[in-house]
């Protein structure tokens, strides 16, 4: 067979080159055509061969119905036995648009349509051109998605081809699709409304028109027998790549993405990630690294999840003509379109979700010089503190100094003020400044000018990552932090309380600051331990 594609204005179609679509529709023929969720592949939906063609020329099972698409309200009597009055509301409130309804059918509607089942899918388009064959072809036209059973529906006259080039006789290209995923395929014959297929019509707006609660059947249920309604049975919108779907807040999503895309990379494979928008910059790096191996493909903003959705199965394809081997995919809110979104993702991963990876413990280190009263003290306060206050993120602390000596033991001042705080510094033991602890280090806090001073001359890659306590709380610390060696308990005493009252300023501001690194895969470079468990210094 030689497919004919005919160029049709999307807004405008020339009624002529319709005819010539409707004339195969008529003979037996298959068109695809577009509508504004994908295209469809139709054939006349009361002639059993041409819905077989159907079939045979997507290779799709026979126990997977079809739906039949009408272009007016009064095409649909015939093809059912009754219309509930909840069904004749929606259809008064979505029609034409991608709202698809269950009705028990009738006796015109052949048996190899509804894949044996007492109901038949219906819809009405809201597209020019889909309007315009369906009215010249006088016929209802039965039409899933015009690609090869279980992959990416189309949503240009291109992935048609891509997909069915050679297997049908006309492709009708009016562009591309405005929505991008199909319609929502309601059922309305239970106590409550289910929607089988979340799609172009949102839950919420089902519901408020329906003034009831509506369902939803869960995406990865299983089907016994045939399904009551396409895409509940089989997998869908697959990929050639290994697909997987990310889960998280969308910055843990980004991490996970750019540690795991990073391990398949070193291996030699290709990566491509589906992102939102406003993660796109952050994957730049891992571009420049492994360059022709790596692709980030923009779905857009996660505010606009109509662009999303229009971009999903082009950019899933395009993720293929990349080659790429793995295709790892961000997961958005699910609200609104952001159902249908979710949904088809998750066919087309499979199911395969990717948890966050492990958040790695934020990591400080104080510097004072001896190591044995000001750094370790300020150690076991933020400990303390940062575990009073409930903090969101694994903590590791340590501390060393500039000048120590190893193996001396916490100054016996030091221990007394502290155990009155409940904290025990029994088992610390002084430490020099080594380079490791410098490049494990995500924030050093010094306790004077001078300690800074001499961390930055010795390891000038802590610029940017170094301060002193000062700079950090600002005025509850005058200046420098004093040093109590040599002066007493009370000394010692007064050190720890501004230790502590500096540290409760403090703990907000290492969440936020702008020294922490960003990126998972940045802080998983240095190799240190996820565990959270705090080192003693």
């Known amino acids: 067979m030689k497919t004919r594609v005919i160029q049709v204005d999307p807004v405008e179609p020339d009624p002529r080159a319709v005819e010539e679509a409707a004339a195969v529709l008529r003979g037996g023929g298959l068109v695809a055509f577009p509508t504004e969720t994908v295209y469809g592949l139709g054939a006349n939906a009361l002639d059993p061969d041409a819905v077989t063609g159907i079939f045979r020329a997507k290779g799709r099972p026979a126990d997977n119905p079809i739906i039949v698409h009408v272009s007016r309200p009064e095409m649909l009597r015939p093809l059912v036995t009754s219309v509930p009055p909840s069904a004749e509301k929606l259809i008064f409130r979505f029609w034409p648009g991608p709202l698809t309804l269950l009705f028990p059918k009738s006796t015109a509607v052949p048996d190899i349509v509804t894949a044996g089942l007492p109901r038949v899918a219906i819809r009405m388009p809201d597209h020019p051109v889909a309007h315009l064959l369906i009215d010249a072809a006088q016929v209802p036209v039965a039409a899933p998605s015009a690609n090869v059973s279980g992959r990416p529906s189309p949503t240009s006259a291109s992935d048609v081809l891509e997909d069915l080039d050679g297997k049908v006789d006309v492709?009708?290209?009016?562009?591309?699709?405005?929505?991008?995923?199909?319609?929502?395929?309601?059922?309305?014959?239970?106590a409550v409304p289910r929607i089988l297929r979340p799609g172009g019509i949102p839950r919420e707006e089902i519901a408020e028109a329906l003034g009831v609660p509506v369902e939803v059947v869960s995406a990865e249920g299983e089907v016994e027998g045939a399904p009551p309604s396409p895409g509940m049975k089989y997998r869908h919108y697959a990929p050639r790549?290994?697909?997987?779907?990310?889960?998280?807040?969308?910055?843990?999503?980004?991490?996970?993405?750019?540690?795991?895309?990073?391990?398949?990379?070193?291996?030699?494979?290709?990566?491509?990630?589906?992102?939102?928008?406003?993660?796109?910059?952050?994957?730049?790096?891992l571009k420049e690294k492994f360059p022709g191996l790596f692709h980030v493909i923009e779905l857009g903003p996660r505010s606009d999840p109509a662009k999303i959705a229009s971009r999903l199965f082009s950019s899933i394809r395009w993720a293929d003509k990349l080659g790429a081997s793995v295709i790892l995919s961000e997961s958005f809110d699910e609200s609104g379109l952001g159902l249908a979104i979710a949904n088809r993702l998750t066919k087309a991963s499979g199911g395969k979700i990717l948890p966050p990876a492990s958040a790695h413990p934020l990591t400080v280190l104080f510097v004072c010089t001896g190591?044995?009263?000001?750094?370790?003290?300020?150690?076991?306060?933020?400990?303390?503190?940062?575990?009073?206050?409930?903090?969101?993120?694994?903590?590791?602390?340590?501390?060393?100094?500039?000048?120590?000596?190893?193996?001396?033991?916490?100054?016996?001042?030091?221990?007394?003020?502290?155990?009155?705080?409940?904290v025990d510094m029994s088992?610390?033991?002084?430490?020099?400044?080594?380079?490791?602890?410098?490049?494990?280090?995500?924030?050093?806090?010094?306790?004077?000018?001078?300690?800074?001073?001499?961390?930055?001359?010795?390891?000038?890659?802590?610029?940017?990552?170094?301060?002193?306590?000062?700079?950090?709380?600002?005025?509850?610390?005058?200046?420098?932090?004093?040093?109590?060696?040599?002066?007493?308990?009370?000394?010692?005493?007064?050190?720890?309380?501004?230790?502590?009252?500096?540290?409760e300023l403090v703990v907000p501001k290492l969440l936020t600051h702008p020294a922490l690194p960003k990126e998972q895969g940045d802080r998983s470079a240095s190799g240190r331990s996820a565990s959270g468990r705090s080192a003693s210094g």
């Open 427 to 503: 088992g610390h033991v002084s430490m020099p400044l080594l380079p490791s602890d410098v490049e494990s280090s995500d924030i050093i806090v010094a306790m004077t000018k001078a300690h800074k001073e001499a961390i930055l001359s010795r390891f000038p890659t802590a610029q940017g990552k170094t301060f002193t306590l000062q700079e950090l709380a600002g005025e509850v610390v005058p200046g420098d932090v004093p040093d109590p060696l040599g002066r007493g308990e009370q000394a010692y005493e007064e050190t720890a309380a501004l230790l502590e009252k500096a540290l």
């Open 171 to 190: 492709v009708l290209d009016g562009g591309p699709c405005e929505i991008g995923v199909e319609s929502t395929v309601l059922d309305l014959s239970g």
């Open 241 to 285: 790549g290994e697909m997987y779907l990310l889960s998280g807040r969308p910055e843990e999503q980004r991490d996970t993405a750019i540690q795991r895309a990073e391990e398949i990379l070193k291996n030699g494979m290709s990566v491509a990630v589906l992102s939102s928008s406003e993660n796109v910059p952050a994957y730049l790096g």
């Open 371 to 422: 190591n044995t009263c000001r750094s370790p003290m300020a150690e076991a306060l933020l400990r303390k503190v940062w575990t009073d206050r409930g903090a969101p993120r694994d903590l590791r602390v340590f501390s060393r100094g500039t000048g120590a000596l190893p193996g001396i033991p916490a100054a016996r001042e030091a221990q007394a003020v502290m155990k009155k705080r409940g």
